[in-house]
């Protein structure tokens, strides 16, 4: 099979294709977490006005439509656009942007889940040894440590399979911003299978890895915890 011959022979087109798609969605997945792990412990610990609205409006966030988040962040990047003087548009650079804007709030909700029950758990046990909130959030990182490397991996398995906002803002240029979906979509709409078939299962590959060690990592703080 044609594809199955492109993977084995390692085909230069396609491991361009898989270098660009694997720098960008780590990237991202980087820049979120800086973001979206000390918002998720923030709204865990933390009690405030407007909290409750706040963590509606993550929720909402985590089904934004990828070209809606493509749009918005075209809209900012383009010439006419607030950082358009910077020429980051049609870039790898706004394919991160746009993937970070993306699982940011994915990795903020889902780590606020996780060190919320986390502090309801042993709220009264850290406040005992004068921890207060912000004073027990090392604590509750650490004990949660692999519940939020399972939250990782998710934002990275949503970043790695996104197509709709880097085809807007990236503009699936061969060589230079074409990643693994652009160039599925693009090659099985011109009739060129073989690669669309060889990145669609390096793709599948790599999802069902994430998914494969996430679900080891909650095995194992399952037992952990037992």
Do not use: C
Not at 54 to 82: C, D, E, F, K, T
Not at 141 to 156: E, K, M, N, P, S
Not at 176 to 202: C, H, N, Q, Y
């Amino acid at each position: 099979m044609a594809a199955i011959a492109l993977i084995r022979d390692g085909d230069p087109a396609m491991l361009g294709i898989l270098g660009l798609s694997l720098r960008v969605s780590l990237t991202a997945l980087g820049i979120a977490a800086l973001v979206g792990l000390p918002l998720g412990a923030l709204l865990a610990v933390a009690r405030f006005p407007g909290r409750h609205a706040l963590v509606i409006g993550l929720n909402a966030l985590m089904g934004l439509p990828p070209v809606v988040a493509g749009l918005l962040i075209y809209l900012l990047l383009s010439r006419s656009g607030p950082l358009g003087r910077f020429g980051l548009l049609f870039t790898p650079t706004a394919m991160v942007i746009a993937q970070a804007a993306l699982i940011a709030p994915i990795l903020a909700a889902l780590s606020r889940g996780v060190l919320e029950a986390l502090w309801e758990e042993y709220a009264d046990q850290l406040r005992s040894f004068g921890a207060g909130p912000w004073r027990a959030v090392p604590t509750l990182l650490w004990d949660g440590r692999f519940a939020l490397l399972t939250v990782l991996l998710a934002g990275f398995g949503r970043a790695a399979a996104e197509v709709g906002a880097v085809m807007v803002v990236g503009g699936n240029i061969e060589g230079f911003t074409r990643t693994m979906t652009t160039a599925i979509a693009l090659e099985t709409s011109k009739g060129d299978l073989p690669l669309a078939l060889a990145l669609g299962l390096v793709l599948m590959a790599i999802v069902l890895g994430v998914n494969m060690l996430a679900q080891a990592l909650r095995e194992a703080a399952g037992r952990g915890g037992a």
